[in-house]
């Protein structure tokens, strides 16, 4: 389910950030784009780092690498969320659960609806944190209540094979944590 849901919203991404498909992306897009990544606009850095990921090549994967690091060091919360998929992963990089973590929390701090859906999944599967039943509620529950379809049905799913007193004190650490910010 997580999965799916990050390939969606990796799809949907790249719509947003380039009104198409980098296959059909032209020349002088990608130019403008790359213009505005080197002035140090963080969404442009994000945007080329994006379009470089899907050239697939390992050059273009390390450029991809070192745009998404330059937008996610300016605090854009999307590519902080893509560097934690790509730790998470170890795609084109070695696997490193601390820094996973690490561009995770940062994108969580700004309310990144699909950050907390992955800190979930983090506490569920026992990567980079202690498998914890009751944060991985609690991290789902709060992303799924800003709306997030995925983090509904993976709530649902949770749910479902969780006890009745883990399910409480997931609720419990939501509401402490609604309260806290």
Known sequence: MC??????LFCAALYFCIGTTPVYADAQSIQSITAKAERGDPIYQYKLGLIFYLDGSQESKALSLSWIQKAAEQDYSWAQVFLAKIYRDGDDTDINPKLSLHWLSKAIAHGHSGAELMMGQFYMDGFAVEKDMPKAYMWTALSARQG???AKNQLTDLSTRMLP???????????DWEAAQ
Request: charged share 25%; net charge negative.
């Open 165 to 175: 007193g883990d399910i409480l004190a997931g609720e419990q650490m939501v509401r």
């Open 3 to 8: 999965q799916a849901f990050f390939k969606m």
């Open 148 to 150: 997030l379809d995925a």
